[in-house]
């Protein structure tokens, strides 16, 4: 008999998404043709200058400890970034850099929620926030974002009524995973003043923030993005 894992880890499932690419891989391994509507892979290369200075940072031996917040030139590029972008007054010295949009997710995950705690999803939502919480000993509740003209959208009482003396956080994503829903003024208003009044943190995972600005720069029209 092996050691088990902890009840947490024990209680989360697998990720249908991953199995459905093991799957399609194996098929294609031999020699199916699979038409990928799957992971959501960019259709552009990272930005040459990004890349190059990767490839210079290896050639100079860039590979020692750093602080484990990030660089500071980073941090305060993005702290740089928060401000001229949101006009918020963010310090270098209380940002953390991580590998992705999840690292940061499970990090702060672990830093505010305790077993027992609950966190609201807005559902739909991306699969993993579900695991993210469960992994922490804290309980996932989703609450169905009503369906309206097409959009799902965040209304008050669904949201306010999941609310209880357990609720710790609201897990938001805009633009969102699997929806491509974007928040509107009066919904992150809503989502703010139910956090305000009950003391709840906010965990916003922005990694689409700017799928909005590139397609209204490419002229393209989608009928998800709202104002
Ligand atoms: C909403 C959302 N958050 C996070 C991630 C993962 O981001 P990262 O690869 O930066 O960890 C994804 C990837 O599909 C996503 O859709």
């Given at each position: ?19 459905a ?55 305060e ?8 972008r ?66 799902f ?27 491509g ?7 992150l208003r ?23 600005r ?14």
């Open positions: 008999m092996s050691p088990s894992p902890s009840p947490f880890a024990a209680a989360i499932g697998g990720s249908a998404v991953v199995d690419r093991r799957r399609a891989d194996a098929l294609a391994a031999r020699g199916v043709e699979i038409l990928d509507f799957g992971i959501g892979e960019p259709d552009f290369e990272p930005p040459a200058p990004v890349r190059e200075a990767l490839i210079r940072a290896v050639r100079e031996g860039r590979d020692k400890y750093v602080d484990p917040r990030g660089l500071l030139a980073l941090r590029a993005i702290a740089s970034f928060e401000t001229e949101h006009g918020l007054a963010a310090d270098p010295d209380a940002l953390v850099v991580t590998t992705g949009s999840v690292g940061a997710l499970s990090l702060a995950s672990r830093a505010l929620f305790a077993p027992g705690d609950e966190v609201l999803l807005l559902e739909p939502c991306y699969g993993p926030y579900r695991n993210l919480v469960t992994l922490t000993g804290a309980v996932a509740v989703g609450v169905a974002c009503a369906k309206r003209s097409g959009r959208v965040v209304e008050r009482e669904p949201l306010a009524a999941a609310v209880t003396a357990k609720t710790r956080a609201i897990i938001v994503n805009s633009p969102c995973n699997p929806t829903r974007v928040l509107r003024e009066p919904e809503i989502i703010a003043g139910i956090a305000e009044e009950h003391d709840l943190w906010i965990l916003s995972d922005e990694v689409y923030t700017d799928i909005p590139m397609i209204a720069g490419s002229g393209h029209q989608s009928s998800h993005l709202g104002p």
